[in-house]
């Protein structure tokens, strides 16, 4: 590839000319707008140990009260994007949250998509457009785009779950925004009641469900068993994994972020081929290490770890009895979506 042309090697008046008009030449900085091979990533591969930051979270629920934080949030940020920024990878936002018993956050929603993986404690509910979703350890709620939703706490000891949120993507296109207040909503759903079983659906007067998002709350007792059931029903299976879908469609159950839940075997190494996503690894139960090119990370229970896009990553599970499950969010549906999507093998 050619060597470009410098700013520098501009006469200062004709850059001020063009500075006075807003114009601004392309080739100094086309290298840096389109490197050749593979896009340059801001987002560094970064682990958060869970029992470094929970009594730092426990700390911020003595310091601050609901009514001065509407969601006590410890952010995990990234410091390949600068940590002000408050992004995990350049799509993905996660938080982690506390609420105390007796603690409510109030109702509201916003455009971006958020959904919630139950770290710990018991208790707590997220109502979402009516509906009470209860949280327990590894289950994932949903609170899509413009659904209202709050959260309360009726039990007696802390409740954590961390925040996966499409917030960086929608505030980069100038689209975030947050509404208060709400609507009563009277009849209450159990949506996790209703799809309960896979391969059927509820029908009633042959009528199929037609909400985009039919189910918000995935029981992590229900994704525990389907990877467990899978591991049976195939021992040569490449990978145990399970997709959280929209069981009406089949497809992702978010427009921008994906979810899965993937169970390594007691001793399995898992090679990922390099994916053009960017994504991040929550453990829920065991151990593993999530390798890439430059680091190593030894995820325990409740840790947290996100990688690039374009990057290869060696999953293991150095037990050789109990299995290890980790949950996984990805930009994959939104790069599948503008077409974007590679895999590198
Ligand atoms: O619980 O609604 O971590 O609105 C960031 C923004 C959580 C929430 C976050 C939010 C929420």
Known sequence: ???????????????????????????????????????????????????????????????????????????????GHGLEKMQASSTIYLGMQLLLPGETAPNHRHTPNAVRMIVEGGGAYTTVNGEKCPMERGDLILTPTGMWHEHGHDGSEPVVWLDVLDLPLVYYMEASYVMEGGPEFGHSDDSSGAYRRGGVAPSPMFERNKSAFPLLRYPWAEVRAALQALAASDAAIESVQVSYINPETGDDCQKILGYSALMLRPGERLQLSARSSSCVFHQIEGGASVSVDNAEFRLGEADTCCIPGYTAVVLENHSSTEPAYLFIADDAPFQKKLGMYEVRK
């Open 1 to 79: 590839m050619h060597e470009l042309g410098r700013l520098e090697d501009l006469p200062e008046d004709y850059r001020s000319a063009l500075t006075e008009l807003n114009l601004v030449p392309l080739w100094p900085s086309l290298r840096s707008v389109l490197p050749p091979g593979k896009p340059a990533v801001r987002t560094k591969p970064t682990c958060w140990p869970y029992q470094t930051l929970r009594p730092l979270l426990l700390k911020a629920g003595e310091l601050t009260p609901m009514e001065k934080a509407e969601r006590r949030v410890l952010v995990l940020a990234n410091p």
